[in-house]
């Protein structure tokens, strides 16, 4: 839950995770929880750590290939906007509200 330690099981023993999660609570909740956490604790002590695991950074990179990325095309064209003054802004709400009849 916390370090992987039930997730790195399931995936030594090829089983779904999910189900190795809620096995564990359901037992751990059956032997009033003690157990179950030390149990936990300890292989979390024991296990070695996942080779393939990374940081987030290296996470984030492997999602977006930011050395690809085209960062001037843009997603959508921008507008200008010019000479916008508070009392535009207000008019042009209260002329919406007029016209739907608020």
């Known amino acids: 839950m916390l370090g992987g330690v039930l997730g790195g099981i399931a995936q030594y023993f090829k089983w779904n995770a999910t189900a190795v999660r809620v096995?564990?609570?359901i037992l751990t909740a059956l032997t009033d929880f003690i157990p179950g956490i030390?149990?936990?604790v300890v292989l979390y002590?024991?296990?070695p750590p996942?080779?393939?695991q990374q940081d987030l950074w290296s996470?984030?990179?492997k999602q977006v290939d930011l050395d690809h990325?085209?960062?001037k095309k843009p997603g959508q064209p921008r507008q200008t906007l010019t000479d916008v003054e508070e009392h535009d802004?207000?008019?042009a709400t209260q002329a919406k509200e007029?016209?739907?009849g608020r």
Request: glycine share 0%; hydrophobic share 45%.
């Open 23 to 25: 096995i564990y609570l």
């Open 38 to 40: 030390v149990i936990y």
């Open 45 to 47: 002590v024991t296990m």
């Open 50 to 52: 996942d080779p393939e």
């Open 59 to 61: 996470f984030l990179t």
């Open 69 to 71: 990325w085209d960062w």
């Open 89 to 91: 802004v207000k008019s």
């Open 98 to 100: 007029n016209k739907h």
